[in-house]
């Protein structure tokens, strides 16, 4: 019997290929293969949204393929992922296969399983079913409403608000929970506080702290204490007492483990604890469920990683408490398994939690075969697996209330710890905090009521201010998402990729920074389509298809309630005048483009002209502040810098800072915030001569610039020293595509801006020759690349370092990594994807097939049909080769 399984990646094809013997055919799709053309009329909802779906090139080709497999098989099995997505790219596939009657009287079965191990695969070919039609109308509904959103939304963006890309309906929605954070901590107001603390003693010596509690019979808080006055007489009072134990109360407590991992909470956990971010937590996953190879054998080690269940298997929750019990001993076992409930509202959706597929391969064991990330991220799925189903910690707090006697103030103190009587979990996991202040409690010493107390040293008054609120981290963005209910499991990651590729935010120490572009698209977004970036409206959005993936609701009733009022909302916008744009942008930005003045004075006043009423204004390159008078006043900065620069440096009244003067010149060399970014330049413009100007590198802080770091910018270029084979001068300098080193109309980039200043002859020189060996014909050459394995088309598939960044390439066609993509850590099959994608967008042309001596005369025949030529030169969607994300 001859059966064809279809699956998403061709590793997984290897692998399940191997487990299920000569009978099957595993073949891949290589993710989606349709997708929506990106042109009008893809969604009509004039014909009760119909979709027009495309195939591009590439995945033509395979669907051929898979079409010669399938008209000569006994049976068709679908074996794409576990979730929605999955769901629908067996759909596509059957739908394709249907209507090249690739499918006569063949059985359709669909399968899933969660591992990629040899039983869970034979145990899922063992239960199969039909494709789930609800899940598919749910992805259906989700991507026929990005796609309304995104293709009718984006226009306006582009024709209202020069610079903005485009808006999605989460990413938007996202982009606003960071965008309303950064204006809460510039609104953020500081208030002072003082805190009391006692260093004491027992009658027996040993130390401990307590904090002032209550005075005059009033319960003193973290903000009671206002000033420094009230500080001092408090403190006073306590140094003028007699200090007793009043009461001492112990609590027995417990502290339960957490739940195995859901795509969410593994994400934050990563980030807290590993700095990953939530794309390359994803993408390590993947490797790991996708397995290794063991014993000549391909294993997945850990479950499916998209899924917001918090359950496991009974059979792994056995062998978790089966390694507990070896390894800790039974104190460790609870009584009886622990159950956890799952979270999500579709509990068709409701997978595994993400846990190792054998709990019996330790970290320790899977270190040598993996590479740091990949071992890393096993360590954190495996400890938090099984420290799930490990007996609780067991806590004793203890709380001392201390008397004060003797003073003409009542006063008390309380001194708190924490004592862990019995590790439990703890032993083996502890979860990570956002909060990095987080401090352990000390263990209190023995007392007892009635004990004197002796002050080891004066009272402590610290004054301390209130902070605003943190930035968000991907992790508590993450974590703040899935409590609103915006998005899904599988979204997160790909949703915080989008914010950052299109430059609506930056990542700085960590935290997510809105610029200026994802604050005016937010703004806008408030203005003209407030519903739609609502918490509730897209959370109320995502149970609607939760409902429909649950067969309670019609999908197309879903897309009509959203469509009727989005329209409308769309047609009102395209008569906006520019003029009611910046009033309305002007009006919800006003505090961040024009804060509060120190004197009190209009922020809106121009002060080189004194007449002039500063306003947001929109132009070619985006978005700036300029002057009302202009012509007559030219006075223009980017948003913000009035507050303290581009980069938070602080500037004069016309937005420039002094930063001191050229020792050879005496011109003032000073700081600017240009329309383009931060510069330096050397004294004022004098008659027809423009003064020496630098633009700050990539990496350089405005804020940090000193008079030194400047000089250095205007020095430029730097003189190396000569050639020693030509007796040319070797020039460092920075140019548009970062630092550099010039010789004889040569040029070579250097690893960063600061080596244009220490570079010597001798790695210049170096530097130089090795270009000129990569066969580099001026700047723009790359260097020869790293190869990763052969394409299935032939030809070999490399990854270089570009001047715009890492690429891939096979034949002559280059394909940039996305934002946020390792080099080091790309595979062939992710580089293969990126190179088909973009040579089915008309992206160069990949290398001819070599002659396919070995294939039947059948295939070569195929091969030259005129029909192949044709599919090959179709338009392609964007991005059909991966899973379409929100």
Known sequence: MHNVVIVESPAKAKTINKYLGSDYEVLASYGHVRDLPAKDGSVDPEADFAMLWEIDGKSAQRLNEIARAVKGADRLILATDPDREGEAISWHVLEVLRAKKAIKDQPV??????????????????????????????????????????????????????????????????????????????????????????????????????????????????????????????KAAIEASDLKVSSVEAKPGKRNPPPPFTTSTLQQEASRKLGLAPNRTMQIAQRLYEGIDLGGETVGLITYMRTDGVDMDPSAVSAVRAVIGADYGDRYVPGAPRKYLVKAKNAQEAHEAVRPTDPSRTPKEMAKRLDDDQARLYDLIWKRTVASQMESAEVERTTVDIAATGSARPIELRASGTVVTFDGFLALYQEGRDDEDDEEAKRLP??????????????????????????????????????????????????????????????????????????????????????????????????????????????????????????????????????QVIDAL??????????????????????????????????????????????????????????????????????????????????????????????????????????????????????????????????????????????????????????????DGSYANLDTPEEVFTVGLNRAVTVIAEKKERGGRGRGAAPAGRALGDHPDGGAVTVHAGRYGPYVKHGSVNATLPKGSEADALTLEDAIKLVDAKAAAGGGKKPARKAAAKKPASEKTASKKPAAKKAAKKPAAAKTTRKAAE
């Open 109 to 234: 079965e669909r399968v899933v399983f969660n591992a990629i191990t040899k039983q869970a695969i034979l145990d899922a070919m063992k239960k199969p079913r039909e494709i789930d039609v609800a899940l598919v109308d749910a992805y259906l509904a989700r991507r026929a409403l990005d796609y309304l959103v995104g293709f009718n939304l984006s226009p306006v963006l582009w024709r209202k608000l020069p610079g903005a890309r485009s808006a999605g309906r989460v990413q938007s929605v996202a982009l606003r929970l960071v965008c309303e954070r950064e204006a809460e901590i510039e609104r953020f107001v500081p208030r002072e506080y003082w805190s009391l603390v006692a260093n004491l003693a027992t009658p027996k010596g040993e130390a401990f702290e307590a904090r002032i509690s209550s005075a005059d019979g009033r319960k003193i808080g973290r903000l009671d204490i206002p000033d420094e006055a009230t500080a001092k007489a408090l």
């Open 446 to 579: 023995a007392m007892a009521a009635g004990d004197p107390l002796k002050r080891l040293a004066p009272v402590a008054a610290t004054q301390h201010h209130t902070e605003p609120p943190p930035r968000y981290t991907e992790a508590a963005l993450v974590k703040r998402m899935e409590e609103l209910g915006i998005g899904r499991p599988s979204t997160y990651a790909a949703t915080l990729a989008v914010l950052r590729d299109r430059e609506y935010v930056k990542i700085d120490k960590k935290r997510l920074v809105p610029d200026d572009k994802g604050r005016l698209v937010t703004a806008f977004l408030q203005s003209f389509f407030d519903r739609y970036v609502e918490y509730d409206f897209t959370a109320a959005l995502e149970e609607q298809l939760d409902k429909v993936s649950n067969h309670e609701l019609d999908w197309k009733e879903v897309l009509r309630a959203f469509w009727k009022d989005f329209a409308g909302a769309v047609e009102s916008t395209k008569e906006l005048r520019f003029a």
């Open 586 to 743: 002007n009006e919800i930005l006003g505090p961040y483009i024009f804060p509060p003045k120190p004197d009190g004075s209009n922020p809106r006043t121009c002060q080189v002209c004194g007449t002039g009423t500063l306003s947001l204004k929109l132009g070619k390159f985006g978005s700036f502040v300029g002057c009302s008078n202009y012509p007559e006043c030219r006075y223009t900065r980017p948003l913000g810098a009035d507050s303290g620069g581009e980069d938070g440096a602080a500037t004069g009244p016309d937005g420039v800072k002094v930063l001191g003067q050229d020792p050879e010149t005496g011109l003032d060399v000073t700081l600017r915030a240009g329309r383009f970014g931060p510069y330096v330049q050397l004294g004022e413009p004098a008659e027809k001569e423009k003064p020496k100007r630098s633009s700050l590198p990539k990496g350089w802080s405005a804020a940090e610039l000193d008079l030194e770091g400047a000089l250095k910018l205007l020095s430029l270029p730097r003189l190396v020293g000569l050639h020693p084979e030509t007796g040319k001068p070797i020039e460092a300098n920075l140019g548009r595509y970062g630092p550099y080193v010039s010789h």
